[in-house]
T-cell receptor
Framework: GIQVEQSPPDLILQEGANSTLRCNFS?????LQWFHQNPWGQLINLFY???GTKQNGRLSATTVATERYSLLYISSSQTTDSGVYFC????????????FGAGTTVTVRA | NAGVTQTPKFRILKIGQSMTLQCTQD?????MYWYRQDPGMGLKLIYY???????DKGEVPNGYNVSRSTTEDFPLRLELAAPSQTSVYFC???????????????FGPGTRLTVL
Protein backbone atom coordinates (compact mmCIF):
# COMPACT_ATOMS: atom_id res chain seq x y z
CA GLY A 1 0.00 0.00 0.00
CA ILE A 2 0.88 3.67 -0.17
CA GLN A 3 3.24 4.83 2.59
CA VAL A 4 2.43 8.13 4.30
CA GLU A 5 4.96 10.12 6.32
CA GLN A 6 4.05 13.20 8.32
CA SER A 7 6.38 15.76 9.80
CA PRO A 8 7.11 17.03 12.31
CA PRO A 9 5.73 14.44 14.76
CA ASP A 10 5.21 17.10 17.43
CA LEU A 11 4.80 20.85 17.30
CA ILE A 12 4.47 23.33 20.15
CA LEU A 13 3.23 26.79 19.24
CA GLN A 14 2.56 30.02 21.03
CA GLU A 15 -0.92 31.38 20.41
CA GLY A 16 -0.88 33.59 17.32
CA ALA A 17 2.01 31.79 15.60
CA ASN A 18 1.88 30.29 12.11
CA SER A 19 2.94 26.75 11.24
CA THR A 20 3.29 24.30 8.36
CA LEU A 21 2.65 20.57 8.56
CA ARG A 22 3.93 18.27 5.84
CA CYS A 23 2.66 14.98 4.40
CA ASN A 24 4.79 12.93 2.00
CA PHE A 25 3.37 9.91 0.19
CA SER A 26 5.07 7.14 -1.73
CA UNK A 27 2.87 6.80 -4.84
CA UNK A 28 0.38 8.70 -6.95
CA UNK A 29 -2.94 9.34 -5.23
CA UNK A 30 -6.46 10.29 -6.27
CA UNK A 31 -7.79 10.87 -2.77
CA LEU A 32 -6.05 12.96 -0.09
CA GLN A 33 -7.74 14.23 3.04
CA TRP A 34 -6.57 16.13 6.11
CA PHE A 35 -8.24 15.46 9.47
CA HIS A 36 -8.05 17.06 12.89
CA GLN A 37 -8.48 14.90 15.99
CA ASN A 38 -9.31 17.08 18.98
CA PRO A 39 -8.13 16.29 22.53
CA TRP A 40 -11.42 14.44 23.17
CA GLY A 41 -10.78 12.08 20.26
CA GLN A 42 -13.29 13.37 17.72
CA LEU A 43 -12.08 13.28 14.10
CA ILE A 44 -13.14 16.09 11.81
CA ASN A 45 -12.41 16.35 8.11
CA LEU A 46 -10.57 19.55 7.21
CA PHE A 47 -9.89 19.21 3.49
CA TYR A 48 -10.36 16.91 0.54
CA UNK A 49 -7.37 17.94 -1.57
CA UNK A 50 -5.80 15.41 -3.98
CA UNK A 51 -4.31 18.38 -5.86
CA GLY A 52 -4.27 22.17 -5.81
CA THR A 53 -4.88 24.63 -3.00
CA LYS A 54 -7.83 25.22 -0.71
CA GLN A 55 -8.49 27.61 2.13
CA ASN A 56 -10.95 27.48 5.01
CA GLY A 57 -10.61 30.36 7.45
CA ARG A 58 -7.21 30.25 9.13
CA LEU A 59 -6.40 26.88 7.60
CA SER A 60 -5.20 26.23 4.10
CA ALA A 61 -3.75 23.24 2.28
CA THR A 62 -1.72 22.67 -0.83
CA THR A 63 -1.06 19.37 -2.57
CA VAL A 64 1.62 19.00 -5.25
CA ALA A 65 0.61 15.62 -6.61
CA THR A 66 3.50 15.35 -9.09
CA GLU A 67 6.00 15.72 -6.23
CA ARG A 68 3.97 13.57 -3.83
CA TYR A 69 3.50 15.91 -0.93
CA SER A 70 0.85 18.01 0.76
CA LEU A 71 1.16 20.91 3.19
CA LEU A 72 -1.29 22.12 5.81
CA TYR A 73 -0.90 25.71 6.97
CA ILE A 74 -2.24 27.00 10.27
CA SER A 75 -2.18 30.77 10.60
CA SER A 76 -2.70 32.82 13.79
CA SER A 77 -3.00 29.62 15.81
CA GLN A 78 -5.47 29.38 18.68
CA THR A 79 -5.61 26.98 21.62
CA THR A 80 -8.58 25.28 19.94
CA ASP A 81 -6.21 24.22 17.14
CA SER A 82 -4.52 21.80 19.53
CA GLY A 83 -4.83 18.12 18.71
CA VAL A 84 -3.49 15.65 16.18
CA TYR A 85 -3.52 16.37 12.46
CA PHE A 86 -3.68 13.37 10.14
CA CYS A 87 -3.03 13.14 6.46
CA UNK A 88 -4.72 10.21 4.67
CA UNK A 89 -4.33 9.13 1.04
CA UNK A 90 -5.93 6.68 -1.36
CA UNK A 91 -5.92 5.77 -5.03
CA UNK A 92 -8.36 4.27 -7.51
CA UNK A 93 -6.42 1.01 -7.81
CA UNK A 94 -7.22 0.35 -4.15
CA UNK A 95 -10.85 1.50 -4.22
CA UNK A 96 -9.72 4.89 -2.90
CA UNK A 97 -9.38 3.39 0.59
CA UNK A 98 -7.51 5.74 2.90
CA UNK A 99 -4.08 5.02 4.38
CA PHE A 100 -3.32 7.27 7.33
CA GLY A 101 -0.05 8.80 8.43
CA ALA A 102 1.00 8.69 12.09
CA GLY A 103 -0.06 12.30 12.59
CA THR A 104 1.41 15.57 13.85
CA THR A 105 0.55 16.46 17.44
CA VAL A 106 0.06 20.22 17.76
CA THR A 107 -0.02 21.96 21.12
CA VAL A 108 -0.94 25.65 21.14
CA ARG A 109 -0.09 27.47 24.36
CA ALA A 110 -1.88 30.61 25.50
CA ASN B 1 -28.90 14.76 11.40
CA ALA B 2 -27.13 12.77 14.11
CA GLY B 3 -24.36 11.88 11.64
CA VAL B 4 -22.44 8.74 12.60
CA THR B 5 -23.26 7.25 15.99
CA GLN B 6 -21.41 4.45 17.78
CA THR B 7 -22.24 2.40 20.84
CA PRO B 8 -20.93 1.68 23.38
CA LYS B 9 -18.48 4.50 24.19
CA PHE B 10 -16.39 2.32 26.50
CA ARG B 11 -16.15 -1.42 27.12
CA ILE B 12 -13.91 -3.78 29.05
CA LEU B 13 -13.78 -7.39 27.88
CA LYS B 14 -12.12 -10.46 29.29
CA ILE B 15 -9.90 -12.56 27.03
CA GLY B 16 -12.05 -14.92 24.97
CA GLN B 17 -15.27 -12.92 25.26
CA SER B 18 -17.13 -11.65 22.20
CA MET B 19 -18.98 -8.44 21.51
CA THR B 20 -20.51 -6.33 18.76
CA LEU B 21 -19.71 -2.66 18.22
CA GLN B 22 -22.65 -0.82 16.73
CA CYS B 23 -22.44 1.88 14.06
CA THR B 24 -25.32 3.79 12.47
CA GLN B 25 -25.35 6.69 10.02
CA ASP B 26 -28.34 8.75 8.95
CA UNK B 27 -26.80 10.51 5.93
CA UNK B 28 -27.77 7.81 3.40
CA UNK B 29 -24.09 7.20 2.67
CA UNK B 30 -23.16 4.22 0.54
CA UNK B 31 -19.67 3.70 1.95
CA MET B 32 -18.96 2.74 5.55
CA TYR B 33 -15.68 1.89 7.28
CA TRP B 34 -14.28 0.49 10.50
CA TYR B 35 -10.88 1.67 11.72
CA ARG B 36 -8.82 1.00 14.80
CA GLN B 37 -6.44 3.50 16.37
CA ASP B 38 -3.69 2.29 18.66
CA PRO B 39 -1.99 4.76 21.04
CA GLY B 40 0.18 7.29 19.22
CA MET B 41 -0.64 5.82 15.84
CA GLY B 42 -2.74 6.66 12.84
CA LEU B 43 -5.87 4.78 11.89
CA LYS B 44 -5.82 1.37 10.27
CA LEU B 45 -8.72 0.09 8.18
CA ILE B 46 -10.32 -3.12 9.44
CA TYR B 47 -13.28 -3.61 7.07
CA TYR B 48 -15.31 -1.50 4.70
CA UNK B 49 -18.56 -1.67 2.79
CA UNK B 50 -19.61 -0.04 -0.49
CA UNK B 51 -23.30 -0.71 0.04
CA UNK B 52 -25.82 -3.00 1.71
CA UNK B 53 -24.80 -6.63 1.35
CA UNK B 54 -21.24 -5.84 0.20
CA UNK B 55 -18.25 -5.90 2.52
CA ASP B 56 -14.51 -6.28 2.05
CA LYS B 57 -11.37 -6.60 4.14
CA GLY B 58 -9.10 -3.72 4.94
CA GLU B 59 -5.54 -3.75 6.23
CA VAL B 60 -6.11 -5.51 9.60
CA PRO B 61 -9.22 -7.77 9.39
CA ASN B 62 -8.06 -10.74 11.47
CA GLY B 63 -10.18 -11.34 14.56
CA TYR B 64 -13.12 -9.29 13.29
CA ASN B 65 -16.27 -9.77 11.24
CA VAL B 66 -18.79 -7.37 9.74
CA SER B 67 -22.17 -7.40 8.08
CA ARG B 68 -24.17 -4.75 6.22
CA SER B 69 -27.82 -5.67 5.94
CA THR B 70 -29.05 -2.05 5.66
CA THR B 71 -27.62 1.22 4.34
CA GLU B 72 -27.68 2.71 7.85
CA ASP B 73 -26.01 0.03 9.98
CA PHE B 74 -22.54 -1.50 9.90
CA PRO B 75 -21.82 -3.56 13.05
CA LEU B 76 -18.34 -4.89 13.86
CA ARG B 77 -18.10 -8.25 15.62
CA LEU B 78 -15.15 -9.28 17.78
CA GLU B 79 -14.91 -13.02 18.38
CA LEU B 80 -12.60 -14.44 21.08
CA ALA B 81 -11.23 -11.09 22.22
CA ALA B 82 -7.45 -10.84 22.70
CA PRO B 83 -5.32 -8.16 24.44
CA SER B 84 -3.99 -7.13 21.00
CA GLN B 85 -7.50 -5.87 20.19
CA THR B 86 -7.29 -3.22 22.91
CA SER B 87 -7.74 -0.04 20.90
CA VAL B 88 -10.09 2.80 20.00
CA TYR B 89 -12.48 1.84 17.22
CA PHE B 90 -13.91 4.41 14.81
CA CYS B 91 -16.71 3.98 12.35
CA UNK B 92 -16.90 6.34 9.36
CA UNK B 93 -19.09 6.88 6.33
CA UNK B 94 -18.91 8.72 3.01
CA UNK B 95 -21.11 9.21 -0.04
CA UNK B 96 -18.90 8.05 -2.88
CA UNK B 97 -15.76 6.63 -1.26
CA UNK B 98 -13.50 9.43 -2.46
CA UNK B 99 -14.36 9.52 -6.15
CA UNK B 100 -15.80 13.02 -6.04
CA UNK B 101 -14.19 16.27 -5.04
CA UNK B 102 -16.90 17.03 -2.50
CA UNK B 103 -16.63 13.65 -0.83
CA UNK B 104 -15.18 13.34 2.65
CA UNK B 105 -15.33 10.78 5.43
CA UNK B 106 -17.44 11.51 8.51
CA PHE B 107 -16.41 9.81 11.73
CA GLY B 108 -18.30 8.60 14.77
CA PRO B 109 -17.10 9.46 18.30
CA GLY B 110 -15.29 6.14 18.76
CA THR B 111 -15.48 3.15 21.12
CA ARG B 112 -12.64 2.64 23.60
CA LEU B 113 -12.16 -1.11 24.09
CA THR B 114 -9.90 -2.74 26.65
CA VAL B 115 -9.28 -6.49 26.69
CA LEU B 116 -7.89 -7.86 29.95
Amino acid sequence: GIQVEQSPPDLILQEGANSTLRCNFSDSVNNLQWFHQNPWGQLINLFYIPSGTKQNGRLSATTVATERYSLLYISSSQTTDSGVYFCAVGDRSNDYKLSFGAGTTVTVRA
Amino acid sequence: NAGVTQTPKFRILKIGQSMTLQCTQDMNHNYMYWYRQDPGMGLKLIYYSVGAGITDKGEVPNGYNVSRSTTEDFPLRLELAAPSQTSVYFCASSWSGGFESTDTQYFGPGTRLTVL
